[in-house]
């Protein structure tokens, strides 16, 4: 904790790069639900520079306190406080809107989770919306370093249903539901920034 606000420094760390994809990305976006808004750093970063969208954060009931908190400190005019969020209990009581951002949930989440996130989506995304996906994944079974491989391995030990997921896994969940990628986008630490648009006619 710092100043009684919950800390993640991969959050410091990566909010910039992730800041520069997202800006031409969602130029043409309003209504932005932000799934797992964990510590809350992102959201209150991302919000004042993006002032055309209207951030809505979301996550477990848990980590509503700590959000509120970041938010508290840093207010803006487009932020919203936490949505109560389980992707795992539909439906979800979220408004449509034509943007999505979530960061590192899809190799915390359950496998299970992650495909319940996508089913989800699909009832909230308006015709065109624009998803972001940011965290590490495989390609074709393979670690893209070294460095994923040991991190893979220490989610495992703490948590069997946790892991680093393979890309293809995760567009062929999205190309289900009517999303098509757009970008990948190489970040820093060994992670990835995944773009995808939603067809019209879905």
């Not at 009581?93 to 190799?107: G, L, M, P, Y």
């Not at 919306?129 to 703490?158: C, H, M």
């Not at 997921?165 to 060994?190: F, K, Q, Y």
Request: with cysteine.
């Amino acid at each position: 904790m710092i100043m009684d606000k919950p800390f993640s420094q991969a959050c410091e760390n990566n909010k910039r790069p992730i800041l520069e994809k997202l800006i031409p990305a969602l130029a043409g976006s309003r209504q932005l639900l932000e799934i797992g808004s964990g510590t809350g750093q992102h959201a209150v970063f991302f919000a004042p520079r993006l002032p055309h969208l209207h951030w809505h954060t979301s996550d477990l009931l848990q980590n509503h306190a700590g959000i509120n908190r970041w938010i508290d400190a840093f207010p803006a005019a487009n932020l919203h406080r936490p949505l109560a969020l389980d992707v795992n209990q539909c439906p979800w009581s979220v408004s449509v809107v034509d943007a999505v951002f979530t960061a590192n949930t899809c190799h915390i989440m359950p496998w299970s989770a992650v495909e319940a996130m996508f089913a989800g989506l699909k009832k909230i995304l308006a015709p065109r919306a624009v998803v972001v996906i940011y965290g590490p994944f495989k390609y074709r079974g393979r670690f893209t370093t070294e460095s994923n491989a040991r991190f893979d391995q220490w989610l495992k030990a703490g948590a069997s249903h946790q892991g680093i997921r393979d890309i293809e896994a995760v567009t062929e969940l999205a190309c289900a539901v009517g999303l098509d990628l757009v970008a990948d986008h190489s970040m820093p630490a060994n992670n990835q920034l995944l773009v995808f648009n939603r067809a019209l006619s879905e």
